[in-house]
């Protein structure tokens, strides 16, 4: 008996001794699987290796010798980096997982840039950005490098909302953080040649800068970065977002911007002067016109006159085989795909951002808007058509109604219109998104 007893121990002993020394069922090995399935430098979301980490014990702001680079520091606008961040990790025995880490950009990482802005954070924001970030996350193949645009305020939350996602699909992404004043601290001559005419009630220089920044991303970004996507965090993505990138293709050389057209009457009002000078403009008016849109609901209509009367199918079988004219709404600038490259070489945008030049531009148009970026977009497009790729309106649906109960509820309609799947919703003026 006591002779079995001693086998058994000493069989314990070696498989003990087998298991501790194997490779298999290490944590490291494990760690290395997934890490191999994801690059250097990204966030990674996987539950397994979060559940991991969470057991061990995180090891945190202490990766200076890693050979990748795991950065904890802020993104300057410069390229360089500033200020201290808590969320790279690191697990022991010098396995560094991507479970959150921020990188600056590199271009090697990827191209799939995408910018949001997140400042002065309250529930309201918190439950866009969630949104935001729930949906780019659940639809997207590719690895995107999302860029921040944040606060001290605003930053743990950001974080905090964006990990959530990417635990939850599994994703994995790259991100970087700026601050919103380092940023604006980059633009002040912009702010200052467009505040008069874009913003209603001016307020303090940086609450203000915030509608601007797009204009002068370029300057903030790394310089070698040649394409990026603005994006507002109170959108819902239907689709993903590697589409977007694809309209790119489209541009023509002269295409500096990517923007969609505002679909409220928002600027029929602003140029109600300028429409009455010249009563034949374009500038302002629905981009299908009233007979467009008849037209195409009477064909769309099951019944037999889609409920028009005889004068209206009249009056739309003139314009049937008639090419359509038209207008000229504005833009809007929930999303913009900006050409970083075409942007800094085009002299013709750096002249048009001059206060001069922006003085010149809305005194033409008798313009006082109140809407930042989005005023100045919308005039340069009316200015120089070939700048702005008109991107199609399913990728930013506006769902704002405001104007329709503020005197244009005859015309709400045409400007509203929108055909074709949805890609992108863009819940503007606080508006709620569909399920
Ligand atoms: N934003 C922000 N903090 C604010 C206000 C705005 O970060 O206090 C950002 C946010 O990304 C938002 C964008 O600026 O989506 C533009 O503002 P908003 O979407 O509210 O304007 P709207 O589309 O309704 O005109
Ligand atoms: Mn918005």
Redesign the pocket.
Known sequence: MNKILLLLIIISGFLVIFYANSEIFSRKTLINVFHKEFAIGAIVANKTISNLIDNENVIQNHEEKHNEGVFKRYQKSNGNEIGAINGSYRVRRNHTIGHARKVPYNSRNNDYNIF???????YQ?QK??EL?SKSLLKYTTVKVHLHI??DSK?ETTAEELLKEQIRRYHKSIYYTLYY?HDCAEKITDIVHAMMPFFSSNPGSYY?DA??YLSLGLHRIVDPKMSRGIL?????VFRTDVRFLFEEFSKFSSDNLFGLAPELTPVYRHILYRFRANYPQTNFGSPYYSSAYLLHNNLINSNSVNGGFNRESIRMLSKHKHKHIKHGYPGL???VVLMNFDGIRSSKLYAEALKETYVTKLANKYLFKGH??D?DFYTLLGYEFPSLIYRLDCVWNR?L?TWWKDHGYSNVFDTYFHCEGKIKIY??????RVPE
């Open positions: 949001v802005i997140y400042t002065k954070e309250n924001l866009k950005f935001f645009i944040t605003s919103v609450s915030l509608f994006i507002d965090c109170d959108v809007n600038s929930g809407l930042g989005q506006q704002c863009h819940g503007n003026c606080n508006t």
